[in-house]
């Protein structure tokens, strides 16, 4: 429906250039080339005026605050990336009439899905907000956002799930929570970027094809022989054959535990990527989902074979279900790799959350106590390059693990003494004689609420940081939901507190360059 802008030709002609505003819009007028144009006068970037930009000739406007150039007759952005908008424009009887209407909403959900997926590829965080905040403002769930990049991704995740999978299902859990619109399109960005950040620049790695009846014992015999295309297809025929959730989440976590998997990722991420499946709720994004999952499974580092951990298959041997010797966190405090899976082994007959709770306790003792010289020194020996993340990741390991064996309780041995891994080697990087008073945490509860508060503008470059700290922020949660007077309550918060408080040395730059010295003189 054209709208009479009451800008006479001749006087636009005269002129250059006019802007009529109407109805919150504000249109810019050009006579250039001999063309009358009718454009959007807020420059996509950032908004400025483009009504003050510079013409050039072609039918070229640039804007002056960042020089970003457009196309008149097209909107097309020729220097920038946004295009911008153009308007239909028409004379009649010397008087200029320009279109107002708003394109259909599948015309704007299209251009916004298709900017979005550019952005990402770009790593151009701003440009991702105006895209989502356009998804949205056209009447369509934001949600759709995430999944469409998921889908527009999937195949340059060389080994499949990221940490920007396992924190996307939170941030989605968090923008429930948001106070306002804001505060919500913040939480839906997050996970988005964090993606971008671990696809920037990646070549494809096209996922197999095929697709076969599912098979629970012939997928997990592919996972085991490191079989990408045999499991791939059995999770295609699973997800296309409508295979229930619950039966294929239940084959996921067995895969998981089935070794010390990828320092316990996998667990976490066979929790977490079923969590963002149902929180998305969208159809087309549960196949790509179920493929990087499946992929990272694939290529999940077996730790249990490395000479540290060798111990773990004895101990898995070794558990009769007779121990009769009660679990308490002190039994753990201080215990080697191998003093945790033999204290472990000495209560298998007890029941598997006494057990739990004694190593959770143990954990988060360790991750209070953590020796944050470790992180910050430049001496290190490779196999010493420890940080606060080595820590955390015990406890999002044991509430995955929880979920799983809560559904598989034969599966409860391998997670307990898995977690005893994490116990017994984060042993090494505490130091007992520091004083963690400050640290304690009156009531949890509101603690959370408050941590949680603070992720909306963490201000935080890397999207690994801010994924940690949701991740854990949700855990304890999640923990506390299901055992409210546990008996590590007090320690794990105040671990978490003092985590969350404690600045992160993120950048080792004279550490690496003394081990990279170091490798050299030593290569063979």
């Given at each position: 429906?054209f709208t009479?802008?009451?800008?006479?030709?001749s006087?636009?002609?005269?002129?250059?250039?006019?802007v009529?505003?109407?109805a919150?819009?504000?249109?810019?007028?050009i006579?250039?080339d001999?063309?009358?144009?009718?454009?959007?006068?807020?420059?996509?970037?950032?908004g400025?005026?483009?009504?003050?930009?510079?013409?050039?000739?072609?039918?070229?406007?640039?804007?002056?605050?960042?020089?970003?150039?457009?196309?008149?007759?097209?909107?097309?952005?020729?220097a920038?990336?946004?295009?911008?908008r153009?308007?239909?424009?028409d004379?009649?009887?010397g008087?200029i009439?320009v279109?107002l209407?708003?394109?259909p909403?599948?015309?704007q959900r299209?251009?916004?899905?298709?900017?979005?997926?550019?952005?990402?590829?770009?790593?151009?965080?701003?440009?991702?907000?105006r895209?989502?905040?356009?998804?949205e403002?056209?009447?369509?769930?934001?949600?759709?956002?995430?999944?469409?990049?998921?889908v527009?991704?999937?195949d340059?995740?060389?080994?499949?799930?990221t940490h920007?999978h396992?924190?996307?299902?939170?941030w989605?859990?968090?923008a429930?929570?948001?106070?306002?619109?804001?505060?919500?399109?913040?939480?839906?960005?997050?996970p988005?970027?964090h993606?971008?950040?671990?696809?920037?620049?990646?070549?494809?790695?096209?996922?197999?094809?095929d697709?076969?009846?599912?098979?629970?014992?012939?997928?997990?015999?592919?996972?085991?022989?490191?079989?990408?295309?045999?499991?791939?297809?059995?999770?295609?025929?699973?997800?296309t054959?409508?295979?229930?959730?619950?039966?294929v989440?239940?084959?996921?976590?067995?895969?998981?535990?089935?070794?010390y998997?990828?320092?316990?990722?996998?667990?976490?991420?066979?929790?977490?990527?079923?969590?963002?499946?149902?929180?998305l709720?969208?159809?087309d994004?549960?196949?790509?989902i179920?493929?990087?999952?499946?992929?990272?499974?694939v290529?999940?580092?077996?730790?249990?074979?490395l000479?540290?951990?060798?111990?773990?298959?004895?101990?898995?041997a070794?558990?009769d279900g007779?121990?009769?010797?009660?679990?308490?966190?002190?039994?753990?405090?201080?215990?080697s790799?191998d003093?945790?899976?033999k204290?472990?082994?000495?209560?298998s007959?007890?029941?598997?959350?006494?057990?739990?709770?004694?190593?959770?306790?143990?954990?988060?003792?360790?991750?209070?106590?953590?020796?944050?010289?470790?992180?910050?020194?430049?001496?290190?020996?490779?196999a010493?390059?420890?940080?606060?993340?080595?820590?955390t990741?015990?406890?999002?390991?044991?509430?995955?693990?929880?979920?799983?064996?809560?559904?598989?309780?034969?599966?409860?041995?391998?997670?307990?003494?898995?977690?005893?891994?994490?116990?017994?080697?984060?042993?090494?990087?505490?130091?007992?004689?520091?004083?963690?008073?400050?640290?304690?945490?009156e009531?949890?509860?509101?603690?959370?609420?408050?941590?949680?508060?603070?992720?909306?503008d963490?201000g935080?470059?890397?999207p690994?940081?801010?994924?940690?700290?949701?991740?854990?922020?949700f855990?304890?949660?999640?923990?506390?939901?299901?055992?409210?007077?546990?008996?590590w309550?007090?320690?794990?918060?105040?671990?978490?507190?003092?985590?969350?408080?404690?600045?992160?040395?993120?950048?080792?730059?004279?550490?690496?360059?003394?081990?990279a010295?170091d490798?050299?003189?030593?290569?063979?």
């Amino acid at each position: 429906m054209f709208t009479a802008t009451g800008i006479r030709e001749s006087d636009l002609r005269s002129a250059g250039r006019k802007v009529f505003r109407r109805a919150g819009k504000q249109v810019l007028l050009i006579a250039a080339d001999g063309r009358l144009c009718a454009i959007a006068n807020r420059c996509p970037h950032e908004g400025y005026p483009l009504s003050e930009g510079t013409e050039g000739p072609g039918c070229v406007l640039t804007c002056n605050w960042h020089n970003w150039k457009f196309d008149l007759k097209t909107g097309e952005a020729l220097a920038g990336r946004d295009p911008v908008r153009t308007y239909a424009l028409d004379v009649r009887e010397g008087e200029i009439f320009v279109d107002l209407a708003d394109p259909p909403a599948e015309a704007q959900r299209a251009r916004a899905l298709k900017g979005l997926v550019a952005a990402v590829r770009d790593n151009d965080l701003a440009r991702m907000g105006r895209e989502v905040a356009r998804l949205e403002r056209a009447g369509f769930d934001a949600r759709e956002a995430i999944g469409h990049v998921l889908v527009a991704q999937n195949d340059r995740l060389e080994y499949g799930t990221t940490h920007a999978h396992a924190a996307a299902a939170d941030w989605l859990a968090l923008a429930e929570r948001a106070p306002d619109d804001a505060h919500r399109l913040t939480a839906m960005i997050e996970p988005i970027a964090h993606l971008a950040w671990d696809t920037l620049g990646a070549a494809q790695f096209p996922y197999a094809e095929d697709a076969r009846e599912w098979n629970a014992a012939a997928f997990l015999a592919a996972i085991e022989a490191e079989n990408e295309a045999e499991a791939v297809a059995r999770i295609r025929g699973a997800i296309t054959g409508g295979v229930t959730r619950e039966t294929v989440q239940a084959a996921l976590g067995r895969a998981a535990l089935a070794h010390y998997a990828d320092f316990g990722h996998s667990a976490i991420y066979v929790l977490k990527t079923g969590q963002l499946a149902q929180r998305l709720g969208a159809p087309d994004a549960a196949l790509p989902i179920a493929l990087a999952l499946t992929r990272s499974l694939v290529n999940g580092t077996r730790e249990e074979r490395l000479p540290e951990f060798r111990g773990y298959d004895k101990a898995l041997a070794a558990w009769d279900g007779k121990g009769s010797a009660p679990a308490r966190a002190e039994d753990f405090i201080g215990l080697s790799i191998d003093g945790a899976l033999k204290r472990a082994v000495q209560s298998s007959g007890r029941p598997a959350r006494e057990i739990y709770d004694a190593l959770l306790g143990a954990a988060a003792w360790n991750l209070l106590h953590f020796d944050v010289t470790v992180d910050r020194a430049t001496d290190n020996a490779i196999a010493d390059n420890v940080s606060w993340l080595d820590f955390t990741h015990a406890l999002t390991f044991a509430n995955a693990a929880r979920h799983i064996c809560e559904a598989q309780p034969d599966l409860w041995p391998r997670a307990l003494l898995q977690l005893a891994l994490f116990v017994g080697r984060n042993k090494a990087y505490v130091r007992a004689q520091q004083d963690v008073a400050s640290w304690r945490v009156e009531d949890a509860r509101p603690f959370i609420a408050e941590q949680m508060a603070a992720l909306f503008d963490h201000g935080i470059v890397e999207p690994i940081i801010a994924c940690h700290r949701i991740k854990m922020l949700f855990a304890l949660e999640d923990e506390l939901a299901t055992a409210p007077a546990a008996p590590w309550t007090a320690e794990m918060t105040a671990a978490l507190n003092r985590w969350l408080h404690t600045p992160q040395k993120r950048h080792h730059g004279l550490r690496l360059a003394t081990q990279a010295q170091d490798f050299i003189a030593r290569e063979g």
